[in-house]
């Protein structure tokens, strides 16, 4: 009863403050600008669009850029569906999915994981360890 009790309350906690929002970058039909400035970054729809998308496109003058927001479901199955146009050359068509905040954007290293989210880990185990604790002491 104890770990029912203990886990429940700690899946709340770990859920709290958590929306199910991404960024991504948006743009339509950008020729040689990969669109990934701050101007760009839109809040996509949240609990739809989980996914940011990118489309490169590789035509007779330049390459040009699409990224917007996705739907998992609606990326996946553009870019599987476009896998074999995407050779690097002349019309070539690459789709990608991504589900990071503004993953759409240019390659960076890989991210250290900051403080605050350093910080929030450690409070949330010490509110589930009181927690447990309360449970206890009230004979849960």
């Known amino acids: 009863m104890h770990l029912l009790v203990f886990a429940t309350l700690f899946g709340l906690f770990l859920d709290a403050g958590d929306a199910l929002q991404i960024q991504c970058y948006q743009c339509e039909e950008m020729k040689h600008n990969d669109c990934s400035t701050p101007e760009y970054i839109v809040n996509c729809t ?67 994981p900051s403080a605050a989210t350093s910080n929030r880990r450690a409070l949330l185990f010490l509110i589930a360890l009181m927690l447990l604790h309360l449970t206890s002491c009230l004979g849960f």
Do not use: W
């Open 46 to 112: 949240v609990n739809v669009q989980d996914m940011c998308q990118k489309e490169v496109l590789v035509k007779s003058d330049g390459i040009h850029y699409r990224k917007s927001c996705a739907s998992s479901g609606a990326c996946l199955i553009a870019s599987s569906g476009y896998q074999q146009f995407c050779t690097g050359r002349l019309n070539s068509v690459c789709i990608t999915c991504c589900n990071t905040p503004l993953c759409n954007g240019p390659k960076r290293k890989r991210p250290v």
